[in-house]
Each structure stands twice: as structure tokens, then as C-alpha cells.
């Protein structure tokens, strides 16, 4: 059983920055690619980023490209999320996901077999 728990949320003035994390229980973290993606009420579930499971191949949405920086530390089984340049629009719950693909994370929800609980951030404007 593979469980997935995400901290590092919290309430951050518009341009300051947040780092999150998704530490990942079970065996065979080095196998999965991970990803992050994020809720707002009354909207999807939309992908933000995605890191292989070597860590070689990284993923953004464009909305977060420049501003964003996934990485993973195999040896402590957790992924991060460093978010920088944070606005309003980026106000959300932020979900990880652990994917059964290896070589690049995929950008549908689909694509993730394990989901970890969410962790709400908040920017004020």
C-alpha cells in the first residue's frame, strides 16, 4: 500500500513563496513519476507539474513555468514543490499523485493510481 501525505500549505502574501512536500510511504517510490496538481472550488482538478521517477524529466503547466520548481529526493521517498512569484490565481488545495509510469509524469489525473490527502494554499492579493 503506497500512502502519499503533503505539507507546506499555508496562507502567503501575493509574490511570496511556499515550498510543499509529498513524503510517499510504501515500496517502490524510485519507480514512480509523481506529480502535483492543484483544486480550486468549483474547478477541475488541473495539473501543475510532473517529475519523472529518476528525476531526469520534468513537466510544468505553463501557467506555472518559470515561478515553479518540482524536484524529488529518492533517498527520503518525498517530492517538493518550490512555488515562487506566487499570485492569487494560484490560491488552491495542491494534491500529489504517484504514477505507475516511469519515464515522464503524466498530466492527466488519470494517469495516478495513489493520491495523498491535499493541503490548501491561500494567497491574498
Known amino acids: 500500500q503506497v500512502q502519499l501525505v503533503e505539507s507546506g500549505g499555508g496562507l502567503v502574501q501575493a509574490g511570496g513563496s511556499l515550498r510543499l512536500s509529498c513524503a510517499v510511504s510504501g515500496r517502490d517510490f524510485a519507480r514512480h513519476s509523481m506529480g502535483w496538481f492543484r483544486q480550486a472550488p468549483g474547478k477541475e482538478r488541473d495539473f501543475v507539474t510532473s517529475i519523472s521517477s529518476s528525476g531526469g524529466t520534468t513537466d510544468y503547466a505553463d501557467s506555472v513555468k518559470g515561478r515553479f520548481t518540482i524536484s524529488r529526493d529518492n533517498g527520503k521517498n518525498t517530492v517538493y514543490l518550490q512555488m515562487n512569484s506566487l499570485k492569487a490565481e494560484d490560491t488552491a488545495v495542491y494534491y500529489c499523485?504517484?504514477?505507475?509510469?516511469?519515464?515522464?509524469?503524466?498530466?492527466?489525473?488519470?494517469?495516478?493510481?495513489?493520491w495523498g490527502q491535499g493541503t490548501q494554499v491561500t494567497v491574498s492579493s
Open positions: 499523485g504517484a504514477s505507475r509510469q516511469w519515464a515522464r509524469g503524466p498530466r492527466s489525473t488519470t494517469g495516478y493510481v495513489y
